[in-house]
Structures are given as C-alpha cells and as structure tokens.
C-alpha cells in the first residue's frame, strides 16, 4: 500500500475462500494477466493462523515467471523448510518468534536476486545497508534458530497438545463461541494460533480482565491498527462480539490452559463458575 500511494505501484489483493484460505485460483487469475509479477504472501497469518501452501504458490509463480516472497515470522522455527527445493524467492523471519532476543530477523534472498539498497553509506556490509551489524542480535538468533529446529518435533506435539485442550475446553465451557478461520484444520491452522468469538458480555471488556488474571492474550495482531481486524472483517466476522486470539508457547502447559478456560467461562458464564465452585 506504501509503494502504490509513493510511487503508483500497480496493487492487487489475492481474493480468500470460506475459511480465510488463499484462493489459488484467483491467484493464477491474476498471474495471467500480470505475469512477471511480485507476490507476497503471509505463510501464516499472525491473526487467525490460517496457513498458506508456499510450495504450491510458489510453483504458480515460477510458471508466471513472477517472484516470490513470503512472511514467515509466525512460522519460522515451527515449520520445516527445505529453500534448497521450495521455490520461494524471498523470506523473512523474527528471532522473537521462536524466543531469540527482539529486533533482529532475518531475509533470505535467492541467489537469482540481487537487492537494491534503501539506505545508502556502509560499503562494510556489502553495500546492502549503511549502519553496522547488530552481532549478538545475530549470534542470539542463529542459536535460537538451531534449537527451535533441533526441537521442532517435541515442541510440535506439546502445541498441540495444548491447543487441543484449550480448543476442548472452550468448547465444553462456553456455548456461544465461534472459532475464526481455519485454525480448527490441522493441515491449515497453525499449531500456536486460536482465534474465537465471544459474546461482548464482559463489564470492561473480556481483554482487560484477561490481563488482570495474569492472562495475556490479543484482539488482533501487535502491529494492526486500532479499528477492528480488517483480517477478520474480510471473513465477515462480527466485530461487536469480543474477538479475542490465544498464542501458544512451547513454555505453556496443561494446568494454565485450565486455568485459562476457567478464567474465561468465570467472565463469560458467572453461574456456570458458581455451580462448578460449589
């Protein structure tokens, strides 16, 4: 959007399905008409945790002869990646994402593409970028890197593990509840991301006594604008209700995924709580 309104960058939004996934067939629509095209497309969106199938996108490109990029802050670290083989052209990641220190992330750029610096002054880094390197930004990420890849099957079944409870639970406890997206699929749902609807019913707002029990959760992601979700106002999702997005973390366990969901029944269902308790 910033390119299109600085410099009149043709834009075209990819069109979603049903369950927030990409549309493919759009996607090759609009490659026919475009082709030689720049896609970007998120691996998996940081709101609902809807996943895209990179390699298949990335093959509709290399028969366009468009390029590449995909988003993959939220799944760097939790998926397996073989660059080698996937036709991606560009990808980018976050150490923060898989518990490396914050403000380092990573671009990777195949080796067909060469990058036209923005900032100008540092022959000392290949000319790519002015300033110097941020190293023990680097090494922390590269080591959080090799042990989130090192653990990725361990850490895999403990997520889900904990998102089928919490998704179990949520169920049984709160009747009125829908779940945003796709993250109920396990090919198209990220294992760390639930996104629900809840009733609005909460005095303060359910986010506000969530963080007042010692619960962080999100209305969206960190980095959206305030307004509402336009990721969740395109799948149509009723935005009056308390949209809210649950993040899970290898350092999670069972005991605070109840302790969560009675949290939220006890805001939600105040007589279900009193039954229980007595």
């Known amino acids: ?61 290399r028969q366009y002869g468009a390029f590449f990029h995909s988003d993959t802050v939220q799944t760097l670290g939790h998926f397996s990646f073989d660059l080698r083989r996937q036709p991606v052209d560009m990808l980018v990641g976050s150490a923060h994402k898989f518990h490396g220190p914050k403000g380092i992330g990573l671009l990777y750029l195949n080796r067909r593409l060469r990058l036209k610096p923005l900032l100008h002054g540092g022959a000392q880094e290949k000319s790519l970028r002015a300033g110097t390197e941020n190293v023990a930004g680097i090494v922390g990420l590269a080591k959080a890197l090799e042990i989130a890849v090192r653990d990725r099957a361990a850490h895999q079944r403990h997520l889900l593990q904990l998102k089928h409870s919490l998704v179990h639970r949520l169920k049984q406890m709160v009747g009125d509840i829908t779940f945003n997206g796709d993250c109920l699929s396990p090919e198209g749902g990220h294992p760390a991301i639930v996104n629900v609807s809840l009733p609005a019913s909460v005095v303060g707002g359910l986010l ?44 999670n366990t069972l005991p605070e995924i109840t302790y969560l969901t009675d949290t939220v029944a006890r805001l939600l269902v105040p007589e279900r709580a009193l039954q229980r308790a007595g």
């Open 208 to 251: 506000s006594q969530l963080d007042a029990a010692g619960i962080a959760a999100s209305g969206g992601s960190a980095c959206s604008r305030a307004g509402g979700s336009h990721v969740l106002r395109q799948l149509g999702v009723d935005l009056s209700r308390d949209n809210v997005r649950f993040s899970l973390s290898k350092y």
């Open 1 to 61: 959007e910033f390119h299109q309104r600085e410099s009149g960058v043709a834009l075209n939004y990819v069109k979603l399905r049903e369950n927030g996934q990409v549309d493919l067939f759009h996607l090759e629509a609009l490659l026919q008409q475009h082709p030689g095209s720049l896609v970007t497309l998120m691996h998996a969106n940081n709101e609902t945790g809807n996943v895209t199938d990179i390699d298949t996108v990335g093959h509709l490109c």
